[in-house]
């Protein structure tokens, strides 16, 4: 069983920065596509990005497509969010997930989710 740690949240001003990380449990981490979602209160889970197992394969949400860069270190069981230019409508909780096959989008086709990471974007 995966478990998943999400950190590096916290407070960023707008046009700021940060990199959140994934750790995951486990020594199967490096067969399972990785993604990252977001959810804010009121609002569904939405995905963000998503990396293929070997990390030879990316995809991004059109709103932060430029931005953000979605990256993975296999041998240290590890997923990365860096986030430039970071906009305030962005402050949300940052979950990480896994999946046994491809990239998706659709936050119920991942499992083993992480708790997740608070992200503020103060204007």
């Known amino acids: 069983q995966v478990q998943l740690v999400e950190s590096g949240g916290g407070l960023a001003q707008a046009g700021g920065s940060l990199r959140l990380s994934c750790a995951a449990s486990g020594r199967t981490f490096s067969s399972y596509t990785m993604g990252w979602f977001r959810q804010s209160p009121g609002k569904e889970r939405e995905f963000v990005a998503a990396?293929?197992?070997?990390?030879?394969?990316?995809y991004y949400a059109d709103s932060v497509k430029d931005r953000f860069t979605i990256s993975r270190d296999n041998a240290k069981n590890t997923v990365y969010l860096q986030m430039n230019s970071l906009k305030p409508e962005e402050t949300a909780v940052y979950y990480c997930?896994?999946?046994?096959?491809?990239?998706?989008?659709?936050?119920?086709?991942?499992?083993?989710w992480g708790q997740g990471t608070q992200v503020t974007v103060s204007s």
């Open positions: 997930a896994k999946r046994s096959l491809g990239i998706t989008t659709t936050p119920s086709d991942y499992s083993s």
């Open positions: 990396i293929s197992w070997n990390g030879g394969r990316t």
